[in-house]
């Protein structure tokens, strides 16, 4: 093959860099075959080289400073794969004003700063790719933005962190609280030492900002998303759930009602028939809902340095085919022409209207139940699954309750009025039901 390589700029050699080099060196031909011409990293950049032992660095120019690479070297592409909003933010607008294309994987730096990132690649007429950023090596990008081009877009929801979900599926296969969890996530790398961003469910916020803006035409708006996490599931809820025929999971949802959309992160019951209750261990999935279309669902690796630095050189493979095209033929970064992305109205999380779970621990005495019920069909709430666990050797007793779909703001008035019952304990579970998507 004669063309010139396509000269790839790589800022950052951890897993997912190593990845990216490892990929492009044992996948060399395929994607030589697929783009025209070669693809490989010429330059990279690294504080500490030798945590790079797992790839072949033959080649190529390694620098400490990332802005020498995004800012001066001789590249065609550069690959952000440093993580974080500084220094990565300067690195992509320095490559992007040098009229070079970016391709990264930062969900962070998208949700939090990417309208000004696609406005300043706008202005250069060059591409923003972030298929790995969502998902990790599942096409979830791809497929909103081109595979369903022709929908639109109503709702999805995800399991779209893959810690969360390990976490949640050792609470419900074997029992185990919440931090022994998440110790063992952390023990085998699927935790961070500092696990706030994953199980307070920010990560899948900044990934829920991005497939909300690419499916609904809307700006990047994480500060609009509702944001919860699963530190407050108990092996207490996961069982109860599990009578009542439910599992509980991490969801980021996004939907389009009349009165606004919905953007929401947070610990879910989901009916246990559903795909959504059947996805466990660190895997991702991703169910869609198109108008035409119906419902269609992605499933797979959700991170890990090859899921997602095969996602990375499949970005790389789009830029390079579209090298020396006229920008306003390229597929806009996200799906909308950039003139049609605008505002939508989001809806505050007091009037999104839900199934809810509530648990009270409660004193063992005559009207307890009663008394619960009455608050609800005070409220004009309905029951629709009720379980009572008795007391043993004089414990407290416990009440769960599964209600109709009802506006956050009224739920949150019958919790209040539960809460102030003089027999209930200060151990209450509350959680949203989701049956929308099968």
């Known amino acids: ?18 990845g990216v080099i490892r990929i492009l060196q044992k996948n060399a031909e395929e994607i030589a075959r697929r783009v025209g011409r070669p693809v490989v990293v010429t330059h990279a950049s690294a504080r500490d080289v030798s945590r790079a ?27 952000e794969a440093i993580g974080g909003l500084s220094p990565a933010k300067e690195l992509v607008l320095a490559a992007l004003e040098r009229g070079k294309p970016v391709v990264t994987a930062n969900k962070a730096l998208l949700a939090l700063q990417g309208n000004a990132i696609f406005e ?9 790719a972030f298929e790995a950023s969502v998902g990790g090596g599942i096409p979830v990008i791809k497929a909103i933005r081109e595979g369903l081009a022709g929908n639109r877009i109503e709702a999805l929801a995800g399991i779209i ?42 990560d899948a916020a900044h990934k829920l900002t991005i497939l909300a803006s690419i499916a609904f035409g809307m700006p990047l708006s994480f500060d609009k998303v509702s944001v919860e996490g699963i530190s407050k599931v108990t092996p207490q809820d996961i069982k109860i759930a599990q009578a009542l025929g439910y599992r509980i999971k991490h969801l980021g949802i996004a939907k389009r009602t009349d009165a606004g959309v919905e953007l929401r992160a947070h610990a879910t019951l ?10 466990d261990g660190v895997l991702n999935t991703v169910l869609l809902q198109g108008n035409a279309v119906g419902q269609i669902g992605l499933y797979g690796r959700g991170a890990g340095g090859d899921a997602t630095a095969s996602a990375v050189v499949a970005d790389l493979v789009d830029v390079a085919r579209a090298l020396g ?42 009207g307890v139940l009663k008394a619960i019920t009455s608050i609800l069909a005070e409220l004009g709430i309905s029951i629709e699954a009720i379980l009572q666990k008795e007391p043993h050797g004089g414990a407290d007793a416990s009440v769960a309750v599964i209600t109709s779909a009802i506006p956050e ?24 039901v989701e049956y929308f998507l099968n």
């Open 1 to 18: 093959m004669s063309a010139a390589p396509l000269r790839v700029g790589l800022l950052g050699l951890g897993t997912v860099g190593q």
């Open 53 to 79: 032992r797992d790839v072949s660095l033959a080649g190529i120019e390694i620098v400490a400073d990332p802005m020498q690479i995004a800012a001066q070297a001789d590249v065609d592409v550069i690959v």
């Open 120 to 128: 300043a690649a706008q202005r250069q007429g060059v591409m923003v």
């Open 161 to 202: 962190n893959g810690t969360c979900n390990y976490i949640l599926t050792q609470m419900t296969e074997k029992g185990q609280a919440f931090e022994d969890a998440l110790a063992d996530a952390q023990r085998l790398g699927y935790a961070e030492a500092d696990p706030t961003f994953d199980v307070e469910g920010i």
């Open 270 to 279: 989901v009916p246990e028939d559903r795909l959504l209750a059947k996805v």
């Open 325 to 366: 095209s006229d920008a306003r033929h390229h597929v806009p970064a996200l799906a909308f022409q950039p003139s049609a992305v605008r505002e939508l109205s989001v809806l505050p999380l007091d009037e999104v209207v839900s199934a809810h779970y509530l648990r009270v621990t409660v004193a063992d005495e005559p």
């Open 409 to 432: 703001q009224r739920f949150n008035q019958a919790l209040a009025r539960v809460r102030a019952l003089p027999f209930v304990r200060s151990d209450i579970s509350r959680f949203r």
